[in-house]
């Protein structure tokens, strides 16, 4: 039975961290950039298919199992204050019934973190981080700190930044459209 694995890729000032979400060692991606194993929280995939399609403002993912050295350099940008704003995206890679890839990663969504917060817990063998990071998308996006709703020139420059691959964003051109419409329920 064909699966999906899910990978997030993150663009830190410090570098891009690749991760993806399973165990075992690095996964090689179709661009040969290297993916490393991490755990989603067993919710994950019910918030970025709610994020993916524009249900849920902001997408918050719980990343565990990452390697020391990985979770220093991020700790090390959360330090310097850089963190915030950085690009955040999750891919979807199709899997053949071997769990092999199949064709190249889609990306489906792209955001920026807004928070991230650290939760260390220590035992006698091992200290474990756990990371926690909210992601704004950019539905989020559509109002500025003021209050005020961008412009349709603002929007769609502001979505072709966070999302390049999309379609040219017409939301704001379709809403005016829309208020002389009737929604009609189906009559079966």
């Known amino acids: 039975m064909a699966s999906l694995r899910v990978m997030c890729q993150v663009e830190l000032p410090s570098g891009t961290l690749r991760f993806w979400d399973g165990s075992g060692g690095p996964l090689i991606g179709d661009d040969g950039e ?45 330090q310097a204050g850089t963190i ?10 199709r899997c053949d019934d071997h769990e092999q890839p199949t064709g190249t990663a889609i990306v489906k969504f792209t955001g920026t973190i807004s928070n991230l917060n650290f939760v260390d817990s220590a035992s006698d063998t091992v200290i474990k981080s756990t990371i926690q990071v909210d ?29 390049p691959s999309a379609a040219d964003d017409k939301f704001c051109e379709r809403i005016p459209g829309l208020k002389d419409r009737t929604i009609r329920w189906p009559n079966w």
């Not at 915030?84 to 890679?93: A, C, D, E, P």
């Open 34 to 78: 290297v993916y490393r194993a991490c755990q989603l929280t067993e919710d994950a995939l019910a918030q970025i298919e709610a994020a993916i399609n524009a249900e849920a403002f902001t997408l918050s993912l719980v990343l565990s199992g990452i390697n020391e050295a990985t979770s220093n350099g991020i700790w090390d940008d959360y």
């Open 84 to 93: 915030v704003g950085s690009t955040f995206r999750i891919l979807l890679q």
């Open 135 to 163: 992601i704004a998308n950019r539905f989020t996006l559509r109002s500025v700190t003021n209050g005020a709703v961008l412009s349709d020139v603002d929007q769609r420059a502001r979505a072709k930044i966070l999302n």
